[in-house]
């Protein structure tokens, strides 16, 4: 098990390379070895949408940071949430300037239980996952994001995908990344912290 790529993949934001394009071919290299993700009954739900042209990308970036201010503009952020939103913002603004966007999507609407909701999403993000470790093993960086979807509608429209048959799920910015402390490990919570055992009185 490749424990510092785990431990060192994080949402690349600030580190995103601008400037260096991202090859088909490295996209799909990527995209092969996420499809290897688990799903239920192995249904292997996801589709993806890169959108590389300048034009595109922009207005799917406006509709992006119009939902980036809805969602900023609802919360008081913690003192010790202040960086990760600067970081947040940074993309917001560069958006359309990233070399590839992935918009990854799954057949049908999200359903309206919990347990088939868990089912819907529980059976792509794994696949996100794989896509972002995929990335960063080659140099390349993202992030999971959803801030467009408070206009899902308008960027189906835009991008020509059945609104009524396709939900979109994540968009990834995806570029290589400027140098930086990978080998460094992200902050997190000890595990034992956060984990209970037999019943959730006992901590």
């Known amino acids: 098990?490749?424990?510092?790529?785990?431990?060192?993949?994080?949402?690349?934001?600030?580190?995103?390379?601008?400037?260096?394009?991202?090859?088909?071919?490295?996209?799909?290299?990527?995209?092969?070895?996420?499809?290897?993700?688990?799903?239920?009954?192995?249904?292997?739900?996801?589709?993806?949408?890169?959108?590389?042209?300048p034009a595109i990308k922009r207005e799917v970036a406006e509709y992006y940071r119009k939902g980036f201010a809805a969602y900023l503009s609802a919360r008081?952020?913690?003192?010790?949430?202040?960086?990760?939103?600067a970081s947040g913002r940074y993309l917001a603004e560069h958006l359309h300037e990233v070399p590839a966007l992935v918009l990854v999507c799954s057949p049908g609407r999200p359903p309206a239980t919990p347990l088939q909701l868990a089912s819907f999403y529980g059976s792509i993000y794994p696949m996100v996952w794989n896509l972002l470790l995929a990335?960063?093993?080659?140099?390349?960086?993202?992030?999971?994001?959803?801030?467009?979807?408070?206009f899902e509608r308008e960027v189906a429209e835009l991008l020509g995908i059945p609104f009524e048959d396709v939900s979109q799920v994540a968009l990834?910015?995806?570029?290589?990344?400027?140098?930086?402390?990978?080998?460094?490990?992200?902050?997190?919570?000890p595990a034992a912290e956060l984990t209970r055992w037999e019943h959730w009185d006992n901590g």
């Open 1 to 53: 098990m490749d424990v510092e790529l785990l431990t060192t993949t994080r949402a690349f934001r600030r580190r995103l390379d601008l400037t260096r394009p991202v090859s088909r071919r490295e996209l799909l290299d990527c995209l092969d070895v996420a499809v290897h993700a688990p799903s239920g009954t192995n249904r292997q739900p996801w589709r993806f949408l890169v959108i590389e042209d």
């Open 172 to 189: 990834l910015p995806v570029a290589h990344l400027k140098p930086g402390p990978d080998s460094t490990p992200g902050r997190r919570t």
């Open 76 to 85: 008081t952020p913690r003192p010790d949430q202040r960086r990760d939103l």
């Open 135 to 150: 990335l960063h093993a080659r140099g390349l960086g993202s992030t999971l994001t959803t801030a467009h979807l408070a």
